[in-house]
């Protein structure tokens, strides 16, 4: 059979392949953005509840009427911005699955998306997928600032969508106020849409205010926002997560979710539904990765890499340009079979794989993983 690629330029996501070398060599894996601890016993036995109370058929198909509520209220609460549960707010598996629906929902043959390079790794598939094209813009410098006026001369009248991160994978930066309100000038009077994969809300550090696409009202009528329960709960498995956006957006939103999974898991809905009625559950995870960084970062303080610590997400960037000159690649493959700890070398997220000698640690991990990676780090 004669089979034609629909990604002919697709590898092996960087995750899977370090996660496979650090299975090989036995490693600590630093590398995938995933806990190494429990997810809360409160949360399973919800689930368990869940099932056990017999809810194990399809839920409707933009998720259970609870769930969506309390995201309506979150909304409201913290970036005081209303999405109405019944038309605005879909929940989905992951918000992969999210991103997916509103770039095949949206992006036509030969339309253009910009996507902000170091990015995640499934934004250009899915813009190639729908027919797209991707136009990068990479971010500035080594500490990943935007330059809005690149922005706008990537904007053209073929430009449909643009895609922000913040908190920003790999790279561990936010997006400011005044970064926000200059995207807000930019988009104004045009038809473009803004997709913000806010994933990493909660993940927020030293006081910063998480600027959401839905604190802007500018924004807010453009742009599909989305989360992901599995980040936000240390149970990235679980694969649940949404999107809120304005209804009309949503509508289209909504067609493509009923064909990809027509709904998400329906005992995680109940047990989510449950336990975000206490908002402390994800209030306080801001201070509790705020500590796992610190910790790490003390514990490499006497190490040869340098850092300037994360604002958010879980990863933090370490610059190793005192210790050698490979190739980020490279040294990660050393880092992995000589050293036996796994990382994500950054390259590979920039345009031209721009090697700016920097890996990514993902500290979302016990303090005794913590200790064990940064004896290595120390030793190098
Ligand atoms: C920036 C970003 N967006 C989306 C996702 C996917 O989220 P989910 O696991 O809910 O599909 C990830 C996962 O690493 C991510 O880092």
Redesign the pocket.
């Known amino acids: 059979m004669k089979l034609e690629s629909k990604l002919p330029g697709t590898k092996a996501s960087i995750f899977s392949v370090m996660s496979r070398m650090a299975m090989e060599h036995d490693a600590i894996n630093l590398s995938q953005?995933f806990p190494n601890f429990e997810t809360d016993q409160k949360l399973k036995d919800l689930v368990t509840k869940a099932m056990n109370d017999g809810y194990n058929q399809y839920p409707p198909d933009a998720g259970i009427m609870e769930l969506r509520e309390l995201i309506s209220q979150k909304f409201n609460n913290l970036y005081g911005r209303y999405y109405k549960p019944e038309t605005e707010i879909t929940i989905t598996s992951?918000?992969?699955e999210a991103?997916y629906n509103s770039i095949t929902a949206f992006v036509q043959k030969n339309d253009e998306v910009i996507v902000l390079k170091p990015a995640?790794d499934s934004y250009e598939p899915s813009i190639k997928l729908a027919g797209g094209t991707p136009v990068l813009v990479q971010l500035k410098g080594n500490d990943y600032q935007v330059d809005w006026e690149e922005v706008a001369s990537a904007i053209t009248n073929r430009t449909r969508m643009i895609i922000i991160?913040t908190p920003h994978?790999p790279t561990g930066t936010v997006l400011s106020e005044e970064d926000m309100l200059k995207l807000q000038g930019l988009l104004k009077d045009t038809n473009i849409i803004l997709l913000s994969?806010e994933?990493y809300q909660h993940l927020i550090f030293d006081g910063t205010i998480h600027q959401s696409a839905s604190r802007f009202p500018g924004l807010a009528k453009r742009s599909i926002i989305c989360g992901?329960f599995?980040?936000t709960f240390h149970n990235?498995g679980w694969?649940t997560?949404y999107c809120v956006a304005p209804a009309e957006l949503m509508k289209e939103i909504r067609k493509i979710h009923e064909l990809t999974t027509f709904s998400a898991n329906h005992p995680m809905q109940r047990a989510y539904a449950e336990y975000l009625k206490q908002p402390e559950h994800y209030l306080q995870l801001a201070a509790f990765y705020q500590e796992k960084r610190d910790t790490f970062l003390k514990l490499i303080s006497g190490s040869r890499f340098s850092s300037k610590p994360s604002k958010g997400t879980y990863y933090q960037l370490l610059d190793f340009s005192e210790i050698t000159t490979e190739k980020d690649t490279d040294f990660a493959e050393r880092l992995v079979k000589e050293h036996q700890l796994a990382a994500i070398p950054v390259s590979v997220f920039n345009i031209n794989e721009k090697d700016h000698s920097q890996l990514r640690f993902c500290f979302a991990k016990t303090n005794e993983t913590l200790e064990k990676a940064a004896e290595i780090l120390c030793s190098l």
Do not use: F, I, P
Request: hydrophobic content about 20%.
């Open positions: 953005g992951g918000a992969t991103l995640y991160n994978n994969d994933v992901s599995g980040k990235t694969k997560g």
